[in-house]
């Protein structure tokens, strides 16, 4: 009987697959979203906190700063304790964090509430992921993980033109709460879609490298966000830049001689896996600096409205979407070295115009 309800269980699984993709989909496009939206409304939320340069580039980077820096190691508690359980857990923190910053009275506790939904967001990211390894087989992944980054590019690029949209009509808080509708959505259909699992050979959770790369990554980031605004010699800039560098290698030694890495670092001994790593970085670096720059050259220098400034970025959402969509296939055909070549001129000769 046993068996018998493990088949069924199985058997469910693969039915629903493409719907648990759908809400896997859409709760990681509400994370991307986020991560630009903010960007339209940075000259509104000026404003309104009367916030400083140094302040509005925090207002974006404390997100981003611990949607990163705790992406992997999230990962690995997911996997250890339950993938769909610590995905409702990073909707439901990443929804607290947007009617926090709804509401936030000044602008250091609007950091406060983007801290905490760049936790929330970098909760549920990698367990959407592990839960599509999970439901789909082999053969299929590879679609499946392109219509799952095709919508979390498409969010990305939807950022701008949802926030610009939302903040003609309303208050700025509104473009964090029109999260919440999508997580509530995404929360009561995963308890019908989205099957529970988790990797019962997953091994400690590495504590001592997810803290020392999160200090590390908090200290590069801090130097780099102060650096221009204080100058690159003031001696907490300097300290920044020098204990971030300390701090990467000491994170390195650990997960040399650590039982179970965080991150094994025998993986960048594959020199097609460490052009890929800095690839991507280089390209999420330059997408994400260009998508801040070219909102507030919009609003502030061209004058021109947030949803003005919206609808003018638009084609990145599309182009993002596509490209995510088509690209597994590509590599099928061409080899990733053509595609990931290919991808990066093209991003040169768009940013060089």
Do not use: C
Not at 251 to 276: N, Y
Not at 280 to 295: G, K, V
């Amino acid at each position: 009987m046993g068996d018998d309800v493990a088949e069924s269980t199985e058997s469910r699984k693969h039915r629903l697959r493409w719907w648990t993709l759908i809400v896997l989909s859409v709760s990681v496009m509400t994370a991307g979203l986020q991560n630009t939206i903010t960007n339209v409304a940075l000259p509104t939320l000026q404003e309104e906190f009367q916030a400083s340069a140094t302040e509005l580039q925090w207002f974006v980077n404390s997100y981003i700063l611990v949607y990163a820096g705790f992406l992997l190691v999230m990962g690995a508690v997911g996997d250890k304790y339950g993938r769909a359980r610590w995905l409702n857990i990073g909707l439901v923190v990443f929804a607290v964090g947007s009617v926090a910053a709804a509401f936030a009275p000044d602008g250091a506790t609007f950091i406060i509430t983007q801290i905490i939904m760049g936790f929330g967001a970098a909760v549920l990211t990698p367990a959407t992921l592990a839960i599509i390894i999970d439901v789909f087989p082999k053969e299929e992944r590879a679609r499946a993980i392109g219509i799952w980054a095709a919508l979390a590019g498409l969010g990305i690029g939807l950022g701008p033109l949802v926030g610009g949209a939302l903040l003609e009509l309303f208050w700025y808080g509104s473009v964090f709460l029109v999260n919440l509708p999508i997580v509530i959505a995404a929360v009561v259909a995963g308890r019908f879609l989205v099957p529970e699992s988790r990797d019962a050979s997953a091994p400690p959770i590495d504590v001592a490298g997810a803290l020392l790369s999160f200090a590390a990554i908090s200290a590069i980031v801090y130097a780099l966000v102060a650096g221009p605004d204080q100058g690159w010699l003031r001696p907490w800039v300097l300290a920044a830049l020098i204990g971030g560098a300390a701090l990467v290698i000491w994170f390195v030694r650990h997960e040399r001689t650590a039982a179970s890495p965080m991150l094994s670092i025998e993986f960048f001994s594959d020199r097609g896996f460490t052009a890929a790593v800095i690839a991507i970085s280089m390209t999420m670096f330059a997408a994400f600096a260009a998508i801040f720059l070219i909102t507030q050259v919009l609003q502030i220098v061209q004058e021109r409205s947030a949803l003005e400034a919206g609808l003018i970025m638009t084609p990145l959402a599309f182009a993002l979407a596509a490209g995510s969509a088509v690209a597994p296939r590509l590599v099928e055909q061409l080899g990733a070295r053509v595609v990931i070549v290919s991808g990066l001129i093209m991003m040169a000769v768009g940013m060089g115009f």
